[in-house]
């Protein structure tokens, strides 16, 4: 059968984490049995019962990181990669998004960059974003970006200049549209916006904001932090640049 693993969330049978995870194991010549498990609500509930039953490792995404984080760790606000008999708790979305970047030759460092929305995965690449000049926020819900900002070295957004723009936000309202198109973009700034197989990536290319060329999708980002996870499973580093190929080609 295989080291049973899976992906955890609501609404997520596009999900391609299958098929990467697959791809790795296939690779380091491991067995696994990693599935797609959509479940409506008690995320905590399944969880508990699946370590239980033997399960080695579940990445966990929309919309119960936070929630999980509160269960299993005492200092992350999102996590998406449960491990270990003792359930061990960490986020790869951050160290994947860097990973991506870095692989795509894309360099922050001294760099103005604007991050927009707050959720799990915006909170972890956040964090990763060290070596920027200046880090702007914002957010539909405006208290979350007041607290954020009251925490860290952050700034709200207004007007500056930037070089890379993250998209963290599933869909985007009016509101949303009206915030980007009014973004004061360098020359040659950039647009990553971290979902794939998604709306978003197709209203972003149609705004036409920035080259085609500059504007990025989740995948490269899914596939790394698929590659931490596996890694803390199985204590092997998987191949990225082999897997990002494939899935490109298909």
Known sequence: ??????????DISYSLSPQIQ???????????DYKIYDIED????????????????????????????????????SVNCLYGNEINATSTDGSGFIADLN???????????????LGGAGKSILKE?????????????????????????????????????????EKFDLE?????????????????DINYKSETNIVLSEMSIVDESRLH?????LVEQAADSFEH??????NTEEAKKILLDE
């Open 42 to 77: 008690d995320p905590i509930t399944f969880i508990y019962d699946f370590f239980k039953k033997g399960g080695i490792g579940l990445n966990i995404t929309k919309p119960y990181k936070e929630i999980v984080a509160q269960e299993f760790s005492k200092n992350l606000d």
């Open 22 to 32: 697959k791809l790795f194991a296939r690779a380091a010549d491991i067995e696994i």
């Open 1 to 10: 059968m295989g080291h049973k693993a899976g992906v955890l969330g609501r």
């Open 129 to 169: 974003l060290k070596l920027a000049k200046k880090i702007y926020i914002a957010n539909r819900t405006k208290n979350k970006v007041e607290l954020a900002i009251q925490n860290d070295n952050l700034k709200k957004y207004s007007g500056e200049p930037v070089h890379l723009f993250i998209s963290c936000v």
């Open 103 to 117: 692989s795509k030759g894309i360099s922050i460092e001294d760099k103005n960059v604007l991050l927009f929305g």
């Open 217 to 221: 999708d989740g995948l490269g980002m």
């Open 233 to 238: 499973w199985f204590e092997h580093r998987p």
């Open 176 to 192: 949303a549209l009206n915030f980007i198109e009014n973004i004061n973009f360098e020359t040659n700034g950039r647009i990553y």
